[in-house]
């Protein structure tokens, strides 16, 4: 067939059988494949196929988010993120998924199986201490974004790269409505488990500041197309065993600011701080949250200095000594202001909007759950209302941790 259908495990079996390569990594016959869905996210299928030899995981998309078939999609978001995996999986040294193969019709995307691998957010809620992982996600996110930049590119490359991820409309568009539009006022689309939370929404949708916080980041999203970004970079896009870790599912992928990757990440990590009552695994996402930036920033400041001659066309330094280290420093600042924003927003729509997440879940005691996500909501909102204090990840998280004694 040559239109689209939406393949379940026979068709899968078929589709695979067509591609040589796809079946000689499987081994022995297409019958013997054993084909196990294990699609978690809210918008696609997905499938790991396991055969004799080897196994490969197989996302397919759906004409519709796949929690609410109502709600009607385009297709196109497994060609946005195969794109993105083929832009930036050569820059990343092993922290994604191999890009196996793509088919425009069908609109699947086959990549390697990370079967041995936990989703980071599941990891963190079992337990799992892995120190290694949040620096490693700094150095993804500096060499994802420096090399998709204009930093290290001749514009050119970038215009067309910004071109090809500014036609992910339908996913720009639901980050915009879930992330930075609905939390704020009534939406159909909101919802949140405890009445403790009410009060702090109301402060947060009648506060000036923080609306004006809201929109200014907002229109930050939109219109600072420094690097192709992952675009929805939580720990649920994260696969990771204590040794190796790689940032899956980024069919999100869009031109914007830096910060934003970098905001998703820690945002997420700080719900998984207000969610665990371990005092030993909150000083651990301290610890995670500075790694990561430490990492993002030591990794970003390197490729920028490194002496390697830039591919001809990209911008030269026209400034040398202290005027450019200044310059560079006000750039990382830029991003670390952007990060703290998107971090505090991210937070809000995840206690507040469409989609949340299960960090919380595990806590069993309904009063504690809800003193737990009203003291996440608390400081996010906050965060927002002091953006211009907090000007260092130190400043973030000595909050971070005055919340905690509260
Ligand atoms: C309808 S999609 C809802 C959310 O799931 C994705 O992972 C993104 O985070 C999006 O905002
Ligand atoms: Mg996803």
Redesign the pocket.
Known sequence: QTSYRTLDAGGIRAFLAGLPAIATRLGGLAEQWQVREVSD???NNVFLITGPAGEVCLKQSLPH?R??PS?KMPLDRTHFEAAWLCAIGPLVGGLTTEYLHFDPVLYVLVVESLSGHTVLRTALMQGADWPEVAPRIGMFVARACFGTSLLARPFEDVFDARRLFAANQALTR??LD??FDDPYRDHPRNHWHDSALSPIVLDIRTSAATLLAVENLRRRFLSQPQALLHG?L?T??IMSTADDTRVI?GE?ALYGPIGFDCGMFVGNLVLHFFATPDLAARQAVLRDIDGFWRSFHAQFTALWNADDAPPPGTLRPLAYGPAAHVAQQAFMDEVMGDTIGFAAIEIIRRLIG??HTADFDSITDPRLRATCRAGALAFAYYVLDHLADMRTIADFLSCLEENERK
């Open positions: 996210g809210n918008l988010v929690v609410d709600w639901i980050t879930l992330v929805d939580h649920g896009s599912d999100f469409y989609a």
